[in-house]
């Protein structure tokens, strides 16, 4: 976790230094007060204390903390490349199909569940993605292939 | 006699067919949100709030504060059938909760929740009404640098009731203010970080990022988190879910106290549910004459904090509806709400929309009501909802939030970012960065800015406004104060270790 908070730190750092280099680049004043710069370099220069302040945090204080890694994070890795790969497909299929997919896939990776549960929810919730959102709600969805 | 015409308004709106639907399907919604762990009320009203784009504002209001005051009623199931707060708000509740299931009074505890937070709540929504038209009618004194002001001493008050350390609570509500300047600046049109990307012009839609950072993120935490604990067989027949009139006499002084403190608790901005039931808890044992007994089941470590948690989720739509200030981060979703629909919540809104705001608070009554008889007499329903398995649910949850963030503009750009913004949750909570006060900075961010930058202009340019405005002085050194809470807490720790060693 030291090592992860150190990391956090420094990104927060990149981010604060980015804020004030972008936000030099907008007015700080203009004509009738602050300009669009004023608060963005404000943020920037306390986001980079912060982070400073944190960074030196890490070094001085010692101790045990909860591991950043758990024995289940490669799970949550899982679900994260799967919507990934759910999100890409929506051209393909669209969003109700591909949603759908999603829910039955998901609930057989990680629930274990029967194969038959998972194919009877992933179809409940195209038609109900399709309908509700859709037809009811006026939502105009991405359709797929075939249409939905 | 105002107050009286304007509830006989508000009750003629909440008694409506309609809104009494919405009502029911907003505490039922809300007793189910609670009651199923891994998901809280701002993720629900978040993943809700697109669908209810083209509601009526009132009705999809009078909704989600059913689920809000809701969740604090079903998270109690959870805490006492299985000893995991099904939310934040009933953590205290599995302390003596629990251990009344274990002894074979999950009945009594539940009722007395029930009951308490019914209590309560009602004494809660009379003090509103009073309490808000007060606020508002004082808040018709400010300008921008009260504004301003008072947005400085929400975001400080985040660090004494944040949790956590304070530089990170600091960090979060900068970076929810910089995810608030992203987009085209209202003032001089300028893009501000928006990289030549024209889907940034206009900014992060709230909607898009409260459905990352609530709904996509929680999935994430959740796997990780190993399945919650056994549920304690109970019996629920009608007769054991009465109290005894000893329970009624050890209760009755706690839901008092509780509910002082949860309506006080709730008004404070950043304030919140779950602050106030660890407060009311904390008092119950201090002022109790046996002390000891508070871990090992009994009932008023049980009516304090359930009583606070919904007296507070009440009382913290006084700063939403009077101020446009939200204090906790369900109502920051509100907020959200407000300005998708249009509408600035404000000391104006009492009189531009009485009808919404009356509408709102006199549902209140009805919900909490509904919610009492639905906690005694339907608890076996919701034991049953309690066993869906969390796998079925995420898969609802990305549904809802994929559809949600994409109906904003109608576009997959905005999917993405929600996605982003859900991995930026994610990993916030692990490097244990609250997530509360950037979406509270994000919600605020505009109006802070905006505040910051027109009572500037009136001054030209000169700081002075901020102390020469006794309000904004006030909110102003409170604000202060608050940040620098840590430095004061330390100094007194200093002090009290050197008195230690002299002795």
């Known amino acids: 976790m030291r090592i992860a908070n150190l990391i956090g730190g420094v990104v927060v750092l990149i ?22 710069g004023f608060l963005p370099l404000w943020v920037g220069i306390f986001i980079t204390g912060c982070a400073i302040y944190l960074i030196i945090d890490v070094f001085r204080k010692q101790g045990k903390a909860e591991a950043f890694f758990k024995p289940r994070t490669r799970l949550g890795l899982k679900m994260l490349i799967t919507i990934i790969i759910t999100f890409l497909l929506f051209p393909l299929l669209g969003f109700s199909i591909g949603l759908a997919l999603f829910t039955g896939f998901t609930m057989r990776m990680m629930g274990k569940h029967h194969w038959i549960s998972c194919g009877l ?11 509700i959102f859709g037809q009811l709600l006026y939502i105009p969805l991405p359709k797929g292939m075939i249409g939905w | 006699m105002d107050l009286l015409n304007n509830l006989y308004t508000g009750f003629s709106i909440a008694l409506s067919f309609n809104n009494i639907l919405y009502c029911l399907a907003g505490v039922f919604f809300g007793q189910i949100i609670g009651v199923l762990p891994g998901i809280g009320a701002p993720t629900a009203i978040a993943l809700l709030l697109p669908l209810t784009f083209k509601a009526n504002p009132t009705s999809a209001l009078i909704m989600f504060a059913g689920i809000y005051y809701g969740v604090a009623y079903g998270g109690t199931i959870t805490s006492v059938l299985i000893n995991v707060p099904g939310e934040s708000s009933t953590v205290m509740t599995c302390l003596d ?3 009344m299931a274990q002894q074979g009074r999950a009945g009594a505890a539940l009722s007395v929740a029930a009951i308490g937070s019914w209590l309560a709540g009602t004494a809660s929504i009379i003090l509103l009404m ?3 038209m007060a606020l508002a009618r004082f808040a018709l004194r400010f300008g921008p640098a009260e504004y301003f002001a008072l947005a400085m001493m929400a975001f400080g008050l985040l660090t004494v009731f944040g949790g956590g350390q304070p530089v990170k609570i600091i960090i979060s509500t900068l970076v929810g203010l910089l995810i608030a300047t992203v987009g085209l600046d209202v003032v001089s049109g300028m893009p501000r970080f928006t990289f030549g990307v024209p889907q940034l012009l206009g900014g992060f839609d709230f909607v898009v990022v409260i459905c990352g950072i609530f709904g996509v993120a929680e999935i994430f935490s959740s796997m990780e988190e190993p399945e919650g604990g056994e549920l304690i067989k109970a019996k629920f027949q009608l007769r054991e879910l009465f109290l005894t009139w000893q329970d009624w006499i050890a209760s009755r002084s706690a839901i008092l106290r509780g509910g002082i403190i949860g309506f006080f608790t709730g008004m404070i901005p950043a304030g919140g549910i779950t602050t106030a039931s660890f407060l009311a808890y904390l008092a119950e044992k201090r002022v109790s004459k046996h002390p000891e007994r508070f871990g090992q089941g009994a009932i008023e470590g049980v009516a304090a904090p359930e009583s606070a948690n919904n007296a507070a989720s ?10 446009g200030i939200p204090g906790s981060p369900t109502t920051a979703v509100m907020l959200a709400g407000f300005m998708m629909w249009g509408i600035r919540p404000g000391p104006l809104l009492f009189q531009t929309k009485p009808d919404l705001v009356w509408g709102l608070i006199s549902s209140m ?5 509904i919610l009492l008889f639905m906690n005694i007499f339907l608890i076996p329903v919701f034991v049953t909802i309690l066993r869906l398995p969390y796998t079925i649910l995420m898969g609802f949850i990305v549904v809802f939030a994929s559809v949600g963030a994409y109906s904003v503009n109608n576009n997959l750009f905005d999917v993405w970012m929600m996605l982003g913004f859900g991995v930026l949750g994610y990993v916030m909570r692990k490097l244990e960065y609250p997530i509360v006060p950037l979406v509270l900075a994000m919600v605020l961010g505009q109006m802070a800015e905006n505040s910051l930058r027109q009572a500037l202009t009136i ?6 406004i901020f102390i020469s405005r006794p309000i904004s002085a006030v909110f102003l050194a409170a604000g202060i104060l608050a940040y620098l809470t840590p430095v004061i807490r330390w100094a007194m720790k200093g002090i009290r270790r050197a008195y230690v060693d002299r002795e």
Do not use: C, M, R, W
Request: aromatic letters at 18%; glycine letters at 16%; zero cysteines.
């Open chain 1, 15 to 36: 981010l604060g230094l980015a804020v004030l280099f972008f936000s030099y680049q907008l007015d700080y004043y203009s004509e009738f007060g602050p300009g669009p």
């Open chain 2, 365 to 369: 009554y009805i919900g909490n009501l």
């Open chain 2, 459 to 464: 001054s030209g340019g000169s700081l002075s």
């Open chain 1, 121 to 131: 929810t992933a179809v409940v919730t195209a038609i109900a993605i399709h309908f």
């Open chain 2, 314 to 323: 009440i009382s913290g739509f006084a700063p939403l509806l009077a101020l």
């Open chain 2, 97 to 99: 909760g629990y251990k």
């Open chain 2, 130 to 132: 009073g309490f808000a």
